[in-house]
DNA sequence: TGAAATGTTGGGGCG
DNA sequence: ACGCCCCAACATTTC
């Protein structure tokens, strides 16, 4: 027997059923719910290897998810486009929902979904609920962009907070008759060599886990988050970056969990996810932002972007440990701790010379959290040609970082097990240690571990130079 | 969400 | 007792 025509959702980087506005309303209405995610082929950026990794498992998640509430996920691929209106004909949907997405090329590319579908007769309605603040409600007294973040987040904080996270919908009636991809065929998972075997081992895709953590991380940690948030060898942060960035978890739940567990919106961690909106916010307003610096001076800027300085820096071979093992946690783990993006983007930027858009591209392929917004805002706060963002002139210095903020090198010794065999004294600073100590420690620079790659004192001058001269000309 | 250079102050060693 | 130097500790400025 066939069904009645169903409300079609269409799933996007919202793979929740908690606190989901537009599968909620779908569920509302008393009619069968066809619940679909489109491999877009037509997608703005096609999404980087860890990404992809991340989304298989996250999709299993939401089928699983799905299943329970009684409308399983229907995958189909193509361009969103014609899945939507072949979809619409084959089922006689006359509704699709989706929440709505804010990047300007992907809201491009919703409009013509809209024309398209409207063209054909059917009602389309979009939702809220990727961001805690609408961009077009967020603006200075004339109506302007925020450009600032302090001001930004003040205007943010003075609004009602955010409304409560919608439920979970009770059981949906599903519709049957259609049949779409095996997740399989989509050949999101790495094949050989499998470089995503240790990612497991890190992270849970799906909206469960980011349940569990989100509750682990507001009930045990969020307490100590401002003491040990820089401390990545302490495991001080959240670790929820993939989960929002997917949409397993939305800003309201992060919000609201925290508040209930004693946060105050003013404090550190619900600023972090002012970060994230604003970053958000930003790349709405400015789409060029993904790929062209802010200040227009930058574009000019004198790159050396050396190919073998490049390849030292991608497999974590810069000689620099602290840079070293953040890039090689971020290979095998698929994952990297907000400060050390930091440093190595300084050091990549500053030390090296070589454009930012590479390494905004490095991120994009092998962080499981990708993020176009927060990746291109905080590659451009870090090399200092954002609007808001670190003056060029500040250059970390890798040495001071990592002793800093991996005391101990319990971090180093981790990702870094050629030299875990060094005192504290030295695993920051190996050319340093004397022969006898590097013996011991089987340590033999240029062999099995580089000596630095630049002399970040004289990396440091060169970079205020090319900085200088950027002023010059302007 | 920086680091280095430069300036200032004050205590202590020393002739 | 005094002036001088050194240097650590801290503050300010500069990149």
């Not at 309303?25 to 992809?52: M, N, W």
């Not at 049949?179 to 399989?184: N, R, Y």
């Not at 004198?302 to 810069?318: C, I, K, S, V, Y």
Request: hydrophobic share 40%.
């Amino acid at each position: 027997m066939a069904s009645s025509p169903p409300i079609i959702v269409w799933f996007r980087r919202d793979l929740r059923v908690t606190d989901n506005p537009a599968l909620y309303e779908a569920s509302q209405r008393g009619r069968p719910v066809l619940p679909v995610y489109i491999l877009e082929e037509d997608a703005p950026r096609p999404l980087g290897g860890a990404a992809k990794w991340w989304l298989h498992h996250s999709l299993s998640a939401l089928k699983r998810e799905l299943v329970c509430l009684g409308a399983p996920l229907l995958l189909r691929r193509g361009r969103a486009a014609d899945v939507l209106a072949h979809l619409a004909s084959e089922s006689g949907a006359t509704d699709i929902l989706w929440n709505q997405r804010y990047d300007p090329r992907e809201m491009a590319l919703d409009q013509t979904v809209t024309k398209v579908l409207v063209g054909l007769g059917r009602r389309v309605e979009s939702f809220k609920g990727a961001l805690l603040f609408e961009p077009a409600e967020t603006t200075t007294q004339n109506g302007q962009p925020f450009q600032i973040f302090t001001a930004f987040w003040r205007q943010c904080l003075s609004k009602p907070e955010p409304s409560r996270p919608l439920p979970r919908p009770a059981k949906l009636q599903e519709y049957f008759g259609l049949s779409g991809d095996d997740l399989a065929e989509w050949r999101l998972l790495p094949k050989k060599p499998d470089w995503a075997a240790g990612f497991a081992t890190s992270w849970t895709p799906g909206e469960d886990s980011a349940d569990a953590r989100l509750t682990d991380f507001v009930e045990d940690r969020l307490a100590d988050y401002l003491s040990l948030r820089n401390r990545p060898d302490l495991d001080g942060t959240s670790r929820l970056s993939a989960h929002l960035a997917f949409g397993e978890l939305s800003p309201r739940q992060v919000w609201h969990a925290a508040r209930m567990n004693g946060a105050f919106p003013e404090d550190g961690f619900l600023r972090q996810l002012g970060w994230r909106e604003f970053s958000h916010h930003m790349l709405h307003q400015f789409p060029a932002m993904a790929t062209t610096p802010r200040r227009a001076r930058f574009q000019d800027f004198p790159w050396q972007d050396d190919e073998e300085l490049w390849r030292h820096f991608t497999l974590g071979q810069t000689g620099y440990p602290i840079v070293d093992a953040a890039m090689r946690a971020l290979w095998e783990t698929g994952w990297m701790h907000n400060r050390l993006r930091m440093v190595v983007g300084s050091f990549l930027v500053k030390d090296l010379l070589i454009p930012w858009q590479r390494g905004e591209q490095w991120f994009w392929d092998t962080l499981v959290d990708a993020d176009p917004a927060c990746n291109a805002c905080g590659w451009q706060w870090i090399s200092g040609c954002g609007i808001e963002s670190a003056p060029y002139f500040r250059i970390f210095n890798p040495l001071i970082q990592g002793e800093r903020f991996d005391p101990d090198g319990q971090y180093l010794r981790r990702w870094l097990p050629e030299l875990s065999g060094l005192p504290d004294r030295f695993i920051h600073r190996p050319w340093e240690a004397p022969p006898t100590i590097l013996k011991k420690a089987g340590v033999q620079l240029g062999r099995t571990y580089p000596p630095p790659i630049v002399e970040h004192a004289k990396a440091r001058d060169r970079a205020l130079e090319a900085f200088a001269r950027l002023r010059l000309v302007h």
